[in-house]
């Protein structure tokens, strides 16, 4: 059974756009015109000396050889595979990273256009949400058919850790007093030491260096101390967290790291119950849509499911509900926002307890992101199954229906 979809605003309008497009990308040449950033700073790569910058600061792009007045799609590819168009990567929120993939050449101000003699430039923000690396950044001919790419790398500044002359900062498990904690748990933060009742801006930066906006700002009391805390949700990746405190009238900043790991999901039953993904078996580029089959659960019993991604944060899925044979299939799909690499997919069954973990590699698909319209859902989203589906679950902590926490 096919899930009902939302309506999609302008759908039409894309749909017109995309017949008009696609008549042009059918005869492309693939010729390749000339492709040139320019950074801030250089990285010596595997391939080479690159352009590099850092968080916060501007690059260019300059592309030659198109045709005359002549759209352009640029896409950048992030270093864990994720492909997003330039409108996308300014709204990135460093966690889970779904915005609605509009290509480049179709929404103003983004309407990249060459000059009379087939050039472009224009320049571009590395926002914090972009995580350290090395990026292929593509351009490509909506009418020629023209594709050039080239690499640029994300590095990070050699600044000195905060020392505040009186100031401290620690972040710890809830229960335990840890400086680490699993996903599901809950992680205090304390700070000592910054000026009387002022407010404290707090940031956490992820391992892969990405930055991660804290939604609060803390006060402290009458002799400079805050406490404040989260979630530890299985949303994100696991590794060591970077959480850093400034404050806004003292300027006292503190860095204190936290380390998350992931919880231990074991099947429980051997061979008893059983899921595969079985089309396409195992491996399937970005975009595909996969098949998860299982059997031997409990007649009508509920099934959790989740994937956990390549770097071990989770995504929750809606809970699938078996037939009177203990069987049930979803297809997820998948595209250009997920990341490369090996995924697990888990089932697990909310009567029984029985779990099973299946795994498949999402491999790199198409650098360029030209689909019309574009997909205005979150991705992996579950887009056909044979029984309707409940709320969805949270992942390993929950494997209730509908219970889902929030930063």
Do not use: C
């Amino acid at each position: 059974m096919r899930t009902p979809k939302r309506p999609r605003l302008f759908a039409a309008i894309f749909s017109l756009l995309l017949a008009s497009i696609l008549g042009v990308f059918a005869s492309r040449s693939w010729a390749a015109g000339s492709m040139f950033v320019y950074g801030p700073a250089t990285f010596a790569s595997p391939a080479g000396q690159v352009s590099a910058g850092f968080q916060d600061t501007r690059f260019g792009i300059e592309v030659q050889s198109f045709q005359p007045f002549e759209p352009v799609l640029v896409s950048f590819t992030f270093p864990d595979g994720r492909v997003f168009s330039p409108i996308a990567a300014n709204v990135l929120d460093g966690v889970v990273d779904m915005p609605v993939n509009f290509p480049t050449s179709i929404v103003y101000p983004f309407f990249f256009t060459t000059s009379a003699g087939g050039n472009y430039y224009s320049t571009f923000q590395v926002d914090n949400t972009w995580p350290y690396g090395l990026y292929t950044f593509t351009a490509r001919g909506v009418f020629s058919g023209r594709q050039t790419s080239t690499r640029f790398a994300v590095i990070q500044r050699n600044d000195p850790l905060p020392n505040s002359p009186r100031a401290s900062l620690r972040v710890e498990d809830n229960t335990t007093g840890d400086t680490s904690s699993l996903h599901g748990g809950t992680a205090d933060i304390f700070g000592r030491g910054y000026g009387a009742n002022e407010d404290v801006y707090v940031w956490i930066t992820a391992p892969d260096g990405s930055v991660i906006d804290y939604p609060f700002v803390p006060r402290t009391d009458y002799i400079g101390s805050f406490a404040t805390g989260f979630l530890v949700e299985s949303k994100y990746p696991t590794g060591r967290y970077a959480v850093t405190a400034k404050g806004s009238q003292s300027g006292y900043q503190e860095v204190a790291f936290f380390d998350i790991a992931a919880r231990a999901s074991v099947d429980t039953d051997g061979n008893w119950t059983r899921i595969d993904v079985a089309v396409p078996f195992g491996v399937g580029a970005q975009g595909a849509n996969f098949e998860v089959q299982g059997k031997n659960f409990d007649p009508f019993e509920p099934v959790g499911i989740w994937l956990t991604l390549p770097d071990n944060s989770v995504r929750g899925l809606p809970t699938q509900l078996a037939e009177n044979n203990g069987q049930f299939y979803a297809v997820i799909h998948t595209d250009e926002r997920l990341p490369t690499g090996v995924y697990k997919m888990t089932a697990s069954g909310v009567n029984s307890g029985r779990l099973h973990i299946a795994e498949f590699t999402l491999t790199q698909g198409s650098q360029v992101v030209d689909d019309l319209p574009p997909n205005f859902d979150p991705v992996p989203e579950v887009i056909e199954n044979g029984t309707p589906a409940l709320p969805g679950t949270q992942g390993p902590t929950d494997t209730q229906p509908g219970v889902d926490v929030q930063f």
